[in-house]
């Protein structure tokens, strides 16, 4: 039987690419609640939807070029979503790992940006 992934594996594989090209890391946003927990932080989310219009507007030009760029920029978001969660989880781990005791409200909201998260990604 093949381990289970992570988050944390998802996101370790996309940092180690990221160190190779010299990418700059950003930071994971807060989750507000489940109706809007956000999945990228204000500076991503413009930087994504600035590459997509680019990506949008070369595409007349060159075709296959722009849907080699838009492959790469939804790995590029995944990878983003993905290291949001891992720092989530590590956080709690680290918590755990000292010895201190991790709020059931910590880890409600946690749950519930899984779920946000986990419910959108079954919706659409």
């Known amino acids: 039987m093949t381990p289970e992934m992570t988050t944390a ?3 370790a ?3 180690a690419k990221r160190e190779q090209h010299g990418a700059p890391v950003l930071a994971a946003p807060k989750a507000m609640n489940e109706q809007n927990a956000a999945l ?3 500076d991503q989310l413009t930087d994504l939807r600035r590459k997509w219009d680019e990506i949008q507007g070369a595409f007349v030009d060159e075709p296959r070029g722009a849907v ?3 492959d790469a920029l939804v790995a590029q978001a995944i990878s ?3 290291e949001g969660f891992a720092r989530t989880r590590a956080d709690l781990d680290r918590q755990w790992k000292k010895g201190d005791n991790v709020s059931t409200e910590d ?3 946690a749950l519930q940006h899984y779920r946000s998260f986990f419910t959108r990604l079954l919706n659409a």
Do not use: N, P, S
Request: charge should be negative.
């Open 9 to 11: 594996d998802i996101a």
């Open 13 to 15: 594989a996309a940092e």
């Open 40 to 42: 990228f932080t204000t």
């Open 68 to 70: 080699e760029r838009a």
């Open 80 to 82: 983003q979503m993905a």
């Open 107 to 109: 880890l409600r909201q």
